[in-house]
């Protein structure tokens, strides 16, 4: 059997056998993401013809190890509907649809640490357990660097870390970076209560800022705040607020002072920090002086990357160019909780409606995420 036949096999049989009578017992009213406009089919609107000329690259794109599937199904704390039948294959055809070339995919919500408490609303509430963090990310790690095998020049990878296991971060580091040759880092926004300033994480910060690397972050749910409101998921407030929390921790711990080669990308066009008071203060009430400012926050946000899953919006997306520009701002699908086709559309009609220049769109589309690989040393 070819590799890649072998890739898709494992995907799409695992997950058959784990999501048999599944769906019923976990409801998709309890499933969905709620990650913005997209997910399933493709949206009904006119798509250009020189979309597939595109050459996109997206930065938010999920996979789906099977120790991970096999794990989070066992505990009835999976989004089964995004996942069923999912194969690397059906992701190409999704890319292919919107003219992405390129997708940087990692494993999303809840993560693989589950000691303190789930981070997404498909477990029952309180729901934890113990589960062998470091085997997991080796799983997602191994089957990620097949996937690159197998779709030559179609995916990258953010390789998962076994936080708050330092020590086993480390060597995961080195393993994931320079034996499997993935492409950065990917986390969740907090690790059970701990946030990315956490001063016991700093050993892992110093060796990626040494290496320069990528960290893509995506949101969960703090076990403080996970059902703070009875009927309202996570995806509602949460994980904007979870975005808005790490960044908070990381620049106010003294981390983004102390590691500034980490090149960090937030997920959800940055989360709800932009309408914090966090910043309020420092945007002040002329939009025309903003862009000089040079204060120690708003320059430590300018550097960092927000992609458009979620985001693609005008109101958003404005805020975005307003306060740190769009040079900033590269594509996010979400896929396959969100449609890559959707969010191109998207960006055209941002553009059609004067919100975003030609040239704008196409560094989302492409051209910014090229400098930003660019800029770790890698080759898009």
Same mark, same amino acid.
């Given at each position: 059997?070819?590799?890649?036949?072998?890739?898709?096999?494992?995907?799409?049989?695992?997950?058959?056998?784990?999501?048999?009578?599944?769906?019923?017992?976990?409801?998709?009213?309890?499933?969905?993401?709620?990650?913005?406009?997209?997910?399933?089919?493709?949206?009904?609107?006119?798509?250009?013809?020189?979309?597939?000329?595109?050459?996109?690259?997206?930065?938010?794109?999920?996979?789906?190890?099977?120790?991970?599937?096999?794990?989070?199904?066992? #505990?009835? &704390?999976?989004?089964?509907?995004?996942?069923?039948?999912?194969? *690397? @294959?059906? $992701?190409?055809? /999704?890319? =292919?649809?919107?003219?992405?070339?390129?997708?940087?995919?990692?494993?999303?919500?809840?993560?693989?640490?589950?000691?303190?408490?789930?981070?997404? #609303?498909? &477990?029952?509430?309180?729901?934890?357990?113990?589960?062998?963090? *470091? @085997?997991? $990310?080796?799983? /997602?790690? =191994?089957?990620?660097?097949?996937?690159?095998?197998?779709?030559?020049?179609?995916?990258?990878?953010?390789?998962?870390?076994?936080?708050?296991?330092?020590?086993?971060?480390?060597?995961?580091?080195?393993?994931?970076?320079?034996?499997?040759?993935?492409?950065?880092?990917?986390?969740?926004?907090?690790?059970?209560?701990?946030?990315?300033?956490?001063?016991?994480?700093?050993?892992?910060?110093?060796?990626?800022?040494?290496?320069?690397?990528?960290?893509?972050?995506?949101?969960?749910?703090?076990?403080?705040?996970?059902?703070?409101?009875?009927?309202?998921?996570?995806?509602?407030?949460?994980?904007?607020?979870?975005?808005?929390?790490?960044?908070?921790?990381?620049?106010?711990?003294?981390?983004?002072?102390?590691?500034?080669?980490?090149?960090?990308?937030?997920?959800?066009?940055?989360?709800?920090?932009?309408?914090?008071?966090?910043?309020?203060?420092?945007?002040?009430?002329?939009?025309?002086?903003?862009?000089?400012?040079?204060?120690?926050?708003?320059?430590?946000?300018?550097?960092?990357?927000?992609?458009?899953?979620?985001?693609?919006?005008?109101?958003?997306?404005?805020?975005?160019?307003?306060?740190?520009?769009?040079?900033?701002?590269?594509?996010?699908?979400?896929?396959?909780?969100?449609?890559?086709?959707?969010?191109?559309?998207?960006?055209?009609?941002?553009?059609?409606?004067?919100?975003?220049?030609?040239?704008?769109?196409?560094?989302?589309?492409?051209?910014?995420?090229?400098?930003?690989?660019?800029?770790?040393?890698?080759?898009?």
């Amino acid at each position: 059997m070819k590799r890649r036949e072998f890739l898709a096999g494992v995907a799409a049989a695992g997950a058959g056998a784990m999501f048999t009578g599944s769906l019923a017992a976990q409801g998709q009213g309890r499933g969905g993401r709620g990650g913005g406009r997209g997910g399933g089919n493709a949206p009904e609107r006119p798509v250009p013809a020189d979309i597939k000329n595109t050459r996109g690259i997206d930065v938010h794109h999920h996979y789906a190890p099977p120790l991970w599937l096999k794990v989070l199904a066992e #505990q009835k &704390a999976l989004n089964v509907g995004p996942w069923m039948g999912w194969t *690397p @294959a059906k $992701a190409v055809e /999704a890319m =292919d649809r919107a003219g992405v070339q390129k997708s940087y995919s990692s494993i999303t919500v809840p993560g693989i640490y589950f000691a303190e408490g789930f981070g997404n #609303q498909q &477990a029952p509430p309180g729901a934890k357990f113990k589960n062998d963090v *470091p @085997a997991m $990310a080796r799983d /997602a790690n =191994d089957f990620g660097a097949k996937m690159k095998q197998d779709f030559p020049g179609r995916f990258g990878i953010w390789a998962s870390i076994p936080l708050p296991d330092v020590d086993a971060s480390l060597k995961e580091i080195t393993y994931a970076l320079d034996t499997l040759k993935l492409d950065g880092i990917g986390t969740l926004t907090s690790i059970g209560t701990k946030y990315m300033g956490d001063k016991s994480f700093e050993p892992v910060w110093a060796e990626l800022n040494r290496r320069n690397a990528i960290v893509y972050t995506h949101p969960g749910a703090s076990p403080c705040c996970l059902y703070a409101l009875p009927g309202v998921g996570p995806t509602t407030l949460e994980y904007s607020h979870d975005t808005a929390r790490t960044i908070v921790s990381w620049i106010n711990s003294g981390c983004a002072d102390r590691y500034p080669n980490i090149k960090w990308i937030f997920s959800h066009g940055g989360g709800s920090i932009w309408s914090a008071r966090y910043i309020g203060g420092e945007i002040g009430t002329d939009p025309k002086a903003l862009p000089g400012k040079q204060t120690r926050l708003i320059s430590h946000l300018k550097k960092y990357y927000y992609d458009t899953a979620a985001t693609s919006n005008f109101m958003q997306v404005n805020n975005l160019k307003t306060i740190v520009g769009l040079s900033q701002f590269v594509l996010g699908s979400d896929n396959p909780y969100g449609e890559p086709l959707t969010y191109l559309l998207d960006l055209r009609e941002l553009q059609a409606s004067g919100v975003i220049t030609e040239q704008e769109r196409k560094g989302v589309e492409r051209e910014n995420a090229a400098r930003l690989l660019a800029s770790a040393g890698q080759r898009t």
